[in-house]
């Protein structure tokens, strides 16, 4: 797919049909950016990536392998942002990105996890997934021993988002100094987003871009570690089902996708997390629209608080008057949320 069939399809979607609104919403598109797929493109595609200075650091972890972080400085004690990207993506995302242009007008720390194997191969056969929450545990409490900031906030986007939630869950009322967080777009249900994911038109747009990436990189892998993985059904891969199975299950220890996604889907841990966290989800997200979301889960919790919009797309909320300079409404929406 080109980046002119990704414009056209933007013009294609200025008008959007109006759906129910479940809660309180405060996003409103951009007149020139409006529905779920151009939302979803313009935010993947064309939105604007500040240049922001930041320290990479390699770390060795205990298990043998390293994680690639990307450092935000500045003043010692101030609080500390943890970003968590999504799929087959980094820390360069431009909605990363922009969160540290953010982070950084207010005066606070940031670092972006970015997932093993995201720009070269890791050294174990494991790879990050959906569920995989060690390296961010790592990550926390490495802050916390080397006295980096004693107040700790997380953001997650997508997969990311996921992460984050079922990291939550798991802890419980453990690690207190992570305060609060926010959870943009998240597929709460693995295996409903794989579905969505895996017919029409995501399937044709979405999941055929993200497989490209993700497939070249499980090759690699394949070439260290012979036997892995079936090399023929990986190159062959076009859902999402089929690439949990053979790669993201096989490698990491699971029977098969279906227990990939039980065991890592965050839906199973939303009624632990005992912090304030923000969800923020677009009801017409082609990942996870509004039929497959955990509303009555959600609202069980005192904890959850919901910011669920009409349009926004998937990683998209692009909100703005002027064509193709979009508002930082998503960043300040989360930053004012960890402050209040």
Same mark, same amino acid.
């Given at each position: =797919? ?6 056209? +399809? ?69 609080? =500390? ?29 940031? *670092? ?5 194997? *995201?720009?070269?191969?890791?050294? +174990? ?52 100094? *992570? ?18 994911? #895996? ?10 871009? =993200? ?17 892995? =993985? ?96 979009? #508002? ?13």
């Amino acid at each position: =797919m080109t980046r002119r069939f990704f414009f056209l +399809l933007i013009i294609s979607h200025l008008i959007t049909a109006p759906v129910h609104a479940y809660a309180y919403e405060s996003f409103k598109p951009a007149w020139w950016c409006r529905g779920a797929h151009a939302q979803t493109i313009y935010g993947g595609l064309f939105r604007p990536a500040p240049n922001i200075a930041l320290r990479r650091e390699r770390v060795e972890i205990p298990d043998g392998d390293f994680l690639d972080l990307d450092w935000l400085d500045s003043k010692e004690k101030s609080p =500390m942002v943890i970003i968590l990207h999504g799929l087959g993506s980094s820390s360069k995302a431009p909605y990363a990105l922009s969160l540290f242009r953010e982070i950084q007008n207010r005066g606070w720390q940031a *670092v972006a996890l970015n997932a093993r194997g *995201v720009r070269e191969p890791n050294r +174990l056969s494991e790879t990050s997934h959906g569920g995989q929450t060690k390296d961010l545990n790592w990550l926390i409490h490495r802050i916390l021993d080397e006295k980096k900031a004693d107040k700790i906030f997380l953001v997650g986007y997508s997969i990311g988002g996921n992460q984050t939630l079922k990291w939550l869950g798991e802890q419980g009322t453990n690690v207190p100094e *992570v305060e609060k967080a926010a959870a943009v777009s998240t597929p709460y249900n693995l295996e409903a987003a794989v579905h969505n994911l #895996d017919k029409g038109f995501e399937r044709e747009v979405y999941t055929r871009a =993200m497989l490209k990436g993700l497939k070249a990189t499980a090759l690699q892998k394949e070439k260290l570690f012979p036997g892995t =993985m079936d090399r023929e059904k990986v190159k062959n891969a076009n859902t999402f089902t089929v690439y949990d199975r053979e790669v993201t299950a096989r490698v990491n220890g699971f029977k098969d996708e279906k227990d990939y996604w039980s065991k890592s889907s965050s839906v199973h841990f939303l009624n632990q997390i005992q912090r304030p966290v923000l969800l923020i989800h677009a009801q017409n997200d082609p990942f996870l629209p509004l039929r497959d979301l955990p509303l009555e889960e959600i609202k069980k919790s005192s904890w959850l608080q919901w910011l669920l919009t009409q349009d926004g797309g998937h990683l998209g909320f692009v909100s703005g008057s002027c064509p193709f300079r979009p #508002d930082p409404w998503l960043e300040k929406t989360i930053l004012d949320f960890f402050l209040n």
